[in-house]
């Protein structure tokens, strides 16, 4: 069965670094989402993709963020200055409709 | 606004016995329900979803949910265990318009199964 990846599946970095995180969803879908689940809190939703453009964003998501589909097959979520508070697990996830959507194994950010 | 509540974070049962997780959400437009389950340093996988069609869905691993628009509600139940459905569980709404929509997810439930 077709799946979302991703990778790293674990990121260290230091705050106030760039840090990438990048996902590959299922080839035929059209619409992209990323979430974030920080531990031991809710899977939080961070922002939609479709046609080449947000959708829809959180608050969460500030100008700190950004997300980009730079060929047929990547979807990458970038934090430019990454704080403390960044650590967290981030999901992405694809559909062909808009629902189901389906998630990746996520990875994990750890800023220190 | 729409919200989920999932009541008890942790739920404990015997292999074998009855699973119940319950879900109520609010929703001020027609829903799009799922439930998801999260195993162990894995991401989360759709379990089943009820997307305005018959109110009793069935899903994955015997696992179903009933809606209850009168109730609020969106359980999911199993009726009789296993060891492997040890995992968390979280269920999600979404609005039923067209365009990107987000999934609003609770906060999860630990389901344990004891032998």
């Known amino acids: 069965e077709p799946e979302v990846t991703q990778t790293p599946s674990h990121q260290v970095t230091q705050m106030g670094q760039e840090v990438i995180l990048r996902c590959v969803p299922i080839s035929n879908h059209l619409y992209f989402y990323w979430y974030r689940q920080i531990l031991g809190q809710k899977v939080e939703f961070l922002v939609s993709f479709y046609n080449n453009e947000i959708s829809e964003k959180s608050e969460i998501f500030d100008d700190q963020f950004s997300v980009e589909r730079p060929d047929g097959s990547n979807f990458t979520l970038k934090i430019r200055s990454t704080k403390l508070e960044d650590s967290a697990m981030y999901f992405c996830?694809?559909?062909?409709?808009?629902?189901?959507?389906?998630f990746g194994d996520g990875t994990r950010l750890s800023i220190l | 606004a729409q919200s989920v509540t999932q009541l008890g974070s942790h739920v404990s049962v015997s292999e074998g016995a009855l699973v119940l997780l319950r879900c109520n959400y609010s929703?001020?437009?027609?829903?799009?329900l799922f439930w998801y389950v999260q195993y162990p340093n894995q991401g989360l996988q759709l379990l089943l979803k009820?997307?305005?069609?018959?109110?009793l869905v069935k899903g994955i691993n015997g696992f179903e949910a009933e809606f209850k628009k009168s109730e609020t509600s969106f359980h999911l139940t199993k009726p009789s265990a296993h060891m492997s459905d040890a995992a968390e569980y979280f269920c999600a709404v979404s609005r039923t318009q067209g365009g990107s929509e987000k999934l609003v997810f609770g906060k999860g439930t630990k389901l344990t199964v004891n032998p």
């Open positions: 929703s001020s437009v027609p829903p799009y």
């Open positions: 996830a694809s559909s062909e409709a808009v629902w189901p959507q389906h």
């Open positions: 009820y997307t305005s069609a018959a109110t």
